[in-house]
């Protein structure tokens, strides 16, 4: 793959930055780790081509039969857990909507409730870098979300219960977006997708799945801006997503 200069200088790895055989041999999977009770991707589609546009939608319907614009709206009137009280508002995402590539980080942080989008700020600049680096851009084969739609306050973690009120959004997300391919963008992102607590460095070496969609693990952007020489394994991870994307869309 070409990376012209520019994108490796921003990412730290000049003058040499080749990929080692330790960080493809690594692959592994399929595993199989979601236990979400959540009804799965392909039964959510079902779902949605068996109901037409005049599908009554109300404030009662289940965030799983949303369409894209009734889901977008009900995230930006959410209130369903305390997160709302302090938000400037919410961020429901980003990018492509026919994706083949789905990006998931954990929560806006202060510049991203200001401005509504995720990733806006360095780590935002170090991702968009990154991804043009595959060939891709979030409005081009990529849709970026969080876990979380609100800033926790202070950027503190988000709690169990508000992981738990703000998932549906996102597994309606996946439903309607249907990528081919997940990439979990740091530890929170990863674990609450595949349910675990593994530790990252355990998880970004092998190939998971989320409802039948293969997820790559990687570090959080912003983890990268503090931790330069975790930028090469980064980029060991998104050459094993291009792989794994190219193999399964041949
Ligand atoms: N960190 C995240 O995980 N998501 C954002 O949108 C911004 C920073």
Not at 43 to 56: I, M
Not at 83 to 99: I, M, N, S
Request: with cysteine; proline share 7%; charged share 25%.
């Amino acid at each position: 793959m070409s990376r012209p200069d520019p994108i490796l200088e921003e990412l730290g790895l000049l003058p040499v930055w080749v990929r080692r055989a330790a960080d493809t041999a690594n692959v592994a999977g399929p595993v199989a780790v979601d236990s979400s009770p959540i009804t799965s991707i392909e039964a959510q589609t079902k779902e949605l081509e068996a109901t037409p546009g005049s599908f009554p939608v109300s404030s009662e319907t289940p965030i799983n039969l949303l369409d894209w614009d009734t889901l977008k709206a009900r995230v930006a009137n959410c209130t369903r857990c305390r997160l709302c009280e302090k938000r400037t508002q919410t961020v429901f995402g980003t990018g492509d909507e026919k994706a083949s590539w789905m990006l998931v980080g954990e929560a806006p942080g202060a510049n991203e409730d200001r401005l509504g989008e995720p990733f806006v700020g360095q780590a935002g600049k170090l991702l968009d870098n990154m991804l043009r680096a595959v060939g891709r851009t979030r409005n081009n084969g990529v849709y970026i979300a969080n876990v979380i739609k609100c800033r926790p306050p202070g950027n503190r973690d988000p709690q169990f219960d508000e992981v738990a009120q703000c998932e549906p959004y996102l597994k309606r997300q996946l439903a309607i977006i249907r990528p081919q391919l997940i990439i979990a963008l740091g530890r929170f992102a990863a674990q609450s997708l595949l349910k675990t607590d593994a530790s990252i460095s355990s998880l970004r070496t092998r190939v998971h799945q989320y409802e039948g969609v293969p997820v790559i693990v990687t570090y959080h952007p912003a983890y990268l801006l503090r931790n330069l020489p975790d930028k090469a394994k980064a980029w060991a991870d998104l050459c094993r997503a291009q792989e794994i994307y190219q193999e399964i869309s041949r």
